[in-house]
């Protein structure tokens, strides 16, 4: 079964400066897809950034980037110059093959939850 | 059009009652997702719906019935609810083999 880690329940960053949320994960899949979410206090899950297994390059969006060691089995979410804003719970997930076509399962970590100060 | 909408925002009912549940996107996506948040929680799958086909039930108890009449919308139909089903419930749709783009979510208390 396919498993997601995120070994930091909590994280602190100053406003501006750059903060890593770690997420690592198991599975005997060849190919495989990675995401972080993000989830404000008022609940809605926000996509932030996806990896595919066979990706050579590190995925990067905007003030996001997703550090992908796949030998290490890690995908690290880089957030730079963080903002007040960035405060919130953030999951990294993992997509299970479906059954049928167009219908894949996200396997979720229990989350890190960042908060910026000022 | 780039969202998946959710209503109610807030629901309460008691332990008796019938309501429902409704999500709606109009980007195409064929696959659509229920899922219910604890607080302090990962999101859990409950349903999936592929082409509109029931593809994935978490083993589900029977007091949530889903339902999928077109291809842009997803109901979730409550009836005979404990407390302890009190949560955040998010509706979810992708398309295939890409990101799921989540709703705002439905509070539910169940008194």
């Known amino acids: 079964a396919q498993k997601i880690t995120q070994t930091q329940p909590g994280m602190f960053v100053q406003e501006k400066e750059a903060v890593t949320l770690d997420c690592t994960y198991d599975t005997s899949d060849q190919s495989y897809g990675l995401f972080w979410y993000k989830q404000p206090s008022s609940g809605e899950m926000i996509f932030l950034i996806y990896q595919g297994s066979y990706d050579e390059q590190n995925a990067t969006e905007g003030r996001y980037s997703l550090n992908f060691q796949k030998a290490r089995k890690s995908a690290n979410l880089v957030i730079s110059a963080s903002q007040l804003g960035d405060s919130a719970m953030y999951f990294c997930a993992m997509r299970e093959d479906g059954l049928r076509g167009g219908s894949e399962k996200l396997v979720f970590g229990k989350g890190t939850k960042l908060t910026v100060n000022p | ?111």
Request: proline share 8%; net charge positive.
């Open chain 2, 1 to 111: 059009d780039t969202e998946v909408t959710q209503t109610p925002k807030h629901l309460v009912m008691g332990m008796t009652n019938k309501k429902s549940l409704k999500c709606e996107q109009h980007m195409g996506h064929r696959a659509m997702y229920w899922y219910k948040q604890k607080a302090k929680k990962p999101p859990e799958l409950m349903f999936v719906y592929s082409y509109e086909k029931l593809s994935i039930n978490e083993s589900v108890p029977s007091r949530f019935s889903p339902e999928c009449p077109n291809s842009s919308l997803l109901n979730l139909h409550l009836h005979a609810l404990q407390p302890e089903d009190s949560a955040l419930y998010l509706c979810a749709s992708s398309p295939s083999g890409r990101a799921q783009f989540f709703g705002p979510g439905t509070r539910l208390t169940v008194l």
